[in-house]
């Protein structure tokens, strides 16, 4: 059961709508237990104090302090309403400095979504950049498939994603981060093969080590072949670009994998890419946000650094 005290409280609250100033003011004369003093602290005037005290008195219907030669004293209802507004003011003024560190990127997060090969080979470098300019903001990244990644998105479980393009989907909005242009890699096993040209018939003769089927980067390369009226089976399938490269360096077949992901092991003599008459195009990589969600302030922060590197 409430007191008469409390519910008049609730009432005045909910129904009148104190002005919250005046809690920090009864805060302070019940500190000072003198409206001079709560005023100076408050770099008011003593009327202020004093006219907010009353206007608080006649809302309640109750005394809040003994008025005394030498200042003021809480009444008993007065100690029993300072119970309740110390802690909610202390509360608040956290809360108001939390916005503020959200605000100024001193707290916060962002969540970000991609495949481990895109997390590795494009977004590490600026999330180390990000990170460097804002120690204080966490950042979660979820890995996955694209199709998995566009999910989380729309489902609100991440801010952003890194996504294989073409995406056709009203949900999001996505701009274009990078190009990639693709190849077929091979160990010294194979490596007289890099020596001519070939057909993308001869290129699907040869043994394969492939992403597993559901990956964007599979998807595309058996429409490419498919496009040639031809089909590939890998021998190997494989979740991770670090694989498939390991993979076909040590000669257990061709590997489909984005020239600049493997471009030192082809400088270092490790890989070796193969030319062919009719290359597959390049593909794009997009940044993709919901279109209908306002993104948190760091969200927002690293996107703009992005379209600034970018």
Known sequence: MKSHFQQTVIEVIYIKFFNLEWYRIFLYTARYKNLTKAANELHITQPSVSYAIKQMEDSLGLKLFHRLSKGVELTEEGRALLEYVEPSLVMLDSAQKHLHDLKQLNEGEVRIGASDSLIKNLLLPQLNAFHKQYPGIRIRLSHGKTHEITKRLKEGEIDCALVHMPIDDPQLSI???????????VGRAFQE??????????LAELPFILLSPESSTRLFVDHWFAGKRL???????????????EFARLGYGVAFISRSFVIE???????????LDDPPPPRNIGFAIHRDMRL??????FIRMLRILD
Do not use: Y
């Not at 948190?296 to 922060?301: E, G, I, K, L």
């Open 231 to 245: 089909s590939v089976k890998p021998d190997i399938e494989l979740g991770s670009i670090d694989l498939l490269s």
């Open 265 to 275: 092991e082809i400088q270092k003599g490790e890989l070796f890419e193969l030319q």
């Open 175 to 185: 701009q274009t981060l990078a190009t990639l242009e693709d190849c077929f890699v």
């Open 193 to 202: 093969l890099a020596n001519r040209s070939l057909t993308a018939k001869e």
């Open 296 to 301: 948190s302030v760091a969200a927002d922060s």
